[in-house]
């Protein structure tokens, strides 16, 4: 049974426009999120974190949105950049410490 | 951040053999970890490693097909042991850490990229 889902597998945006790539988990354990970028033949890069006592968290052109009641959270780009074109993962972990559980990874494509 | 290095950073092995994938970290950290990305699919982790201690491997995942070693705060290794073809995979080390005083957060290797022919 997955914990994370990232529910679409891969997104098109026009540049400068916003992007947003959804996650949806089933655990109501988890409390602490984040979001990480993967390009190809690279290690993931963490871009943003959200504990469960926030309901948003912003930095930069990166904004995460919480939902605990619907266990769902969102990570919004604005404004989108080419650079940006990438594999997003979603993780959450039940507390500090422990160890993440990755959802699937949304394809981001930012088209010039 | 953190500062991972890992090595190798791809090799192609053959079937039966064994592969010992290096983790170097710049600052000394207690958790470390191993992940696993096979083509296609998201990252699963194989097991955590803290110094002093033995790893505690996840489902699946079983010492004797991949020994971990933690000698110290800095630095872990890998064994994919009587490598197969299923082996083929990205594996990356990562390492729990706080910066700026954002909460505890996992930081990755750029991977070591292994098939197995």
């Known amino acids: 049974d997955q914990q994370v889902k990232q529910n679409s597998p891969s997104l098109s945006v026009q540049e400068g426009r916003i992007s947003i790539l959804n996650c949806d988990y089933t655990n109501s354990m988890f409390d602490y999120f984040l979001w990480y970028k993967k390009y190809p033949a690279e290690g993931p890069t963490f871009l943003i974190s959200?504990?469960?006592?926030?309901d948003k968290n912003e930095d930069g052109r990166f904004t995460v949105f919480l939902n605990k009641s619907a266990k769902h959270l969102s990570l919004h780009i604005v404004p989108s950049q080419p650079g940006d074109s990438a594999v997003y993962f979603c993780?959450?972990?039940?507390?500090?410490?422990?160890?993440?559980?990755f959802g699937p990874g949304t394809r981001l494509s930012v088209l010039p | 951040s953190a500062v991972i290095s890992q090595k190798p950073s791809r090799d192609i092995c053959q079937r039966g053999t064994s592969l010992t994938i290096q983790c170097q970290v710049d600052s000394q950290v207690t958790m470390m970890f191993w992940y696993r990305q096979q083509p296609g699919q998201s990252l699963t982790l194989i097991a955590t490693a803290n110094q002093g201690s033995e790893a505690t491997y996840e489902s699946g995942f079983v010492i004797d097909k991949f020994p971990i070693s933690r000698p110290n705060l800095t630095f872990s290794t890998l064994t994919v042991s009587n490598m197969s073809p299923e082996d083929s995979s990205i594996y990356l080390c990562?390492?729990?850490?706080?910066?700026?005083?954002?909460?505890?957060?996992?930081?990755f290797g750029p991977g070591t990229r292994l098939t197995v022919l």
């Open positions: 959200i504990s469960s006592i926030k």
């Open positions: 993780a959450a972990s039940v507390s500090y410490g422990q160890n993440f559980v």
């Open positions: 990562s390492v729990e850490y706080q910066d700026r005083g954002e909460l505890n957060t996992q930081y």
